[in-house]
């Protein structure tokens, strides 16, 4: 009585090429010489009959010929011909070489290096754990930017972003490009910097793990704001006259409000004014936000005839005049 393959990997006669490939890893590791004690001739035997086994139902032709004509038929050949007639196959032998079925499909002489991770629990106490010889290495990670308005950091949102993947395909060997839609919920106040991570939703390959795909956020150039961190900072310019004599600011908020701001102070180059609660609101207690910061920058007159100027020198205080000892001479002269 012949060798039953399908039993052999214990599988179904109907299995997909898949089920295949998993079957032989599971078994492979399971009754590989670096698991198995030393002389286990039975788990030897067994190893021997899973690689022979693996090798023919992994080759198409090879398995089309054992289903119809069973082992027999497959070692001794069948005919070719109509009706038993013309020439017949070439009988099938295995070549015996274990290792070279290892190479071919791990990919090298140490399958524990590259497939440990996709065993079933099998080796979950060999080969040293998970940080020993058998551990798979991830691909680096895969970070990308996500550019964010200030508006959807301050109400949160929800961003569809789309990527390309390799994945494997059905052999677990190789792969094709695929598109993936990941979402993720912005949580609102998120500071630029925040790293979402989608873990392992990198490229696939049969030799690694994949890598973890990261989004960056950062903040698209706003018209009017800057961030520092939960503070906005917002620069306006003002008129010298509106500087000295006080006038109202109309402020359009991130959030789409109207603020009226009333400036009583004499405005100085490097004053700011401090909103209290008018900045970004915090991710950990949204009902909390930052501070608003607002920056002049005060407009000069390029230019004034000499009724104006005569008009300020009147108008303002004769210190505020005095900028050096030529100033003090030649109003001095004036006077005279």
């Known amino acids: 009585m012949g060798w039953d393959y399908y039993r052999i990997l ?4 109907n299995s997909t090429d898949a089920d295949i490939n998993k079957a032989f890893r599971k078994l492979a590791l399971r009754y590989h010489s670096k698991k198995r004690s030393a002389g286990d001739e039975i788990a030897a ?17 090879k398995r089309a010929t054992y289903d119809q004509f069973g082992e027999e038929g497959l070692k001794r050949g069948v005919p070719t011909g109509s009706q038993g007639s013309g020439a017949w196959t070439q009988g099938y032998s295995f070549h015996g070489d274990v290792k070279r079925v290892f190479r071919e499909f791990f990919g090298g002489d140490n399958p524990y290096k590259e497939y440990y991770d996709r065993i079933d629990g099998d080796l979950s106490m060999g080969f040293g754990g998970l940080k020993g010889i058998g551990a798979k290495k991830q691909d680096p990670p895969d970070e990308k930017i996500l550019w964010l308005d200030l508006s959807e950091v301050f109400h949160g949102c929800t961003k569809k972003m789309k990527i390309m993947k390799k994945v494997l395909n059905k052999d677990e060997r190789t792969t094709s490009v695929q598109e993936k ?13 925040t790293r979402i991570t989608f873990p392992q939703e990198g490229d696939q390959s049969p030799n690694n793990i994949p890598a973890d795909v990261i989004f960056i956020l950062r903040d698209k150039p706003h018209p009017n704001y800057r961030r520092e961190g939960y503070d906005l900072i917002y620069t306006t310019p003002i008129t010298l006259h509106h500087a000295l004599t006080g006038t109202t600011l109309d402020i359009n908020t991130v959030d789409d409000r109207i603020l009226h701001i009333p400036l009583t102070d004499i405005i100085k180059p490097g004053y700011t004014r401090t909103v209290i609660g008018e900045g970004m609101p915090l991710p950990n207690d949204p009902s909390k936000k930052g501070d608003m910061i607002i920056h002049f920058n005060i407009e000069f007159p390029t230019s004034l005839s000499s009724e104006k100027k005569q008009l300020i020198r009147f108008a303002l205080p004769k210190h505020l005049l005095k900028t050096d000892a030529g100033a003090d001479d030649e109003e001095t002269a004036s006077e005279r």
């Open 10 to 13: 214990e599988i179904a006669p």
């Open 45 to 61: 035997e067994k190893f021997f009959l899973i690689c022979e086994a693996y090798d023919v139902l992994s080759d198409e032709c």
């Open 181 to 193: 839609i990941l979402t993720i919920t912005v949580k609102r106040g998120w500071k630029e910097g």
